[in-house]
């Protein structure tokens, strides 16, 4: 591979131009870019990248972090982030990880070898003290979802009012025996969870045995496989919230395939407001997150701490809103204004 310096010798220039040329130097004459450029070509030279971002101190790229590309919540929120970031001339490298903490931390190795100027973490796998001492060292931001303990900013909703207010929902409309399919793993589960408990408890009201499924991912056939399970209990509830609508798509699947109608025996209630939500037939009633709105304002925290890295701690809780649709029995009151017709 030619180095820059022969590079310059071929063309007869010092290495200064030649590095001027590749990085679009305005001064430089265009007869001597185009020289330039003709041994670049020939000689198939790369130019350091890593070495020239050293020099300069930042890249203009910015590190996103996912757990997986084919979530459609995710997907949306990430959309947001690169509009924020296009309109300010910076570049969005999206990673997967995969809920893998070796590819998580190799992946974050581009802030050390400055190969990016910072990072959005839509989740995590590493622990609240490693994010934290990371965190200390580059700008760092956590989206939608975030690690306990963590010394790191933050951008969401607020997961336990948000479940308060969909269960909140189901009781007023006359379901009592009502179950909920969560997960132990994730911080905003178990907040939503907390928030079932709540509603339940101001209504006098205790979670039925099996009724409290925390076992599961949030996926369409995990969804059908909990909907069997409480189905098959001596009592089986007459409502259902599952904290994703994916596992809610599955519950309706379910409770079709049984002969019964979501929404007229059992209502099922869902959480993100993603397609599958709303192509469903019955539609499923669920809460919307501002999933582009979480993705710009996490921008925004991003760029600020890194043009001041010294910026304390933020944690910024976006607001959120209920769609009351079929699943439930159609559209109806919610706490606060928070409900909405439209899908």
């Known amino acids: 591979m030619p180095t820059m310096k022969e590079v310059a010798a ?18 430089v004459s265009p007869e001597t870019r185009d020289r330039v450029m003709e041994v670049v070509r020939r000689t198939g030279y790369t130019p350091n990248v890593l070495g020239r971002n050293l020099r300069r101190k930042n890249t203009d790229r910015l590190l996103v972090l996912t757990p997986s590309l084919s979530n459609q919540f995710l997907s949306g929120v990430i959309r947001g982030m690169e509009s924020r970031a296009q309109a300010q001339g910076l570049q969005v490298m999206v990673s997967a990880t995969h809920n893998d903490p070796d590819l998580e931390r190799r992946s974050l190795e581009m802030l050390s070898n400055r190969t990016a100027d910072g ?33 790191i900013s933050t951008v969401g909703i ?32 178990r907040q939503r ?50 904290i994703s609508d994916e596992l809610a798509a599955g519950v309706c699947r379910e409770l079709m395939l049984q002969g019964k ?33 979480l993705g710009e304002t996490a921008m925004e925290l991003l760029a600020a701490r890194m043009a001041q890295p010294d910026l304390p701690e933020e944690h910024i809780l976006l607001p959120h809103r209920l769609i009351l649709r079929d699943s439930t029995g159609g559209p109806c009151p919610s706490p606060d204004g928070l409900s909405s017709l439209s899908p």
């Open 10 to 27: 071929a063309t007869g220039v010092s290495v200064a131009t030649v590095s001027r040329v590749l990085n679009h130097d305005p001064k």
């Open 119 to 151: 990072a959005i973490l839509l989740g995590s796998t590493l622990s609240g003290e490693t994010l934290s001492e990371l965190a200390a060292q580059y700008p760092l931001v956590m989206c939608s979802e975030w690690v306990e303990g963590a010394q």
């Open 158 to 189: 607020d997961n336990r009012q948000a479940a308060f207010d969909a269960v909140s929902a189901l009781l007023r409309d006359g379901r009592k025996r009502i179950a909920i399919l969560s997960n132990q793993e994730m911080l905003s589960a």
């Open 193 to 242: 969870t907390l928030g079932y408990r709540q509603a339940l408890e101001e209504w006098g009201l205790s979670p039925v045995e099996g009724y409290v499924q925390e076992h599961y991912e949030y996926t369409y056939r995990a969804g059908m496989q909990a909907c069997r399970r409480l189905l098959a209990l001596p009592e089986p509830p007459d409502a259902i919230f599952a």
């Open 261 to 293: 109608l979501p929404g007229r025996e059992i209502a099922v209630f869902g959480f993100d407001n993603t397609t599958v939500s709303q192509v469903m037939t019955p539609a499923i009633s669920t809460v919307a997150q501002p999933r582009r709105q």
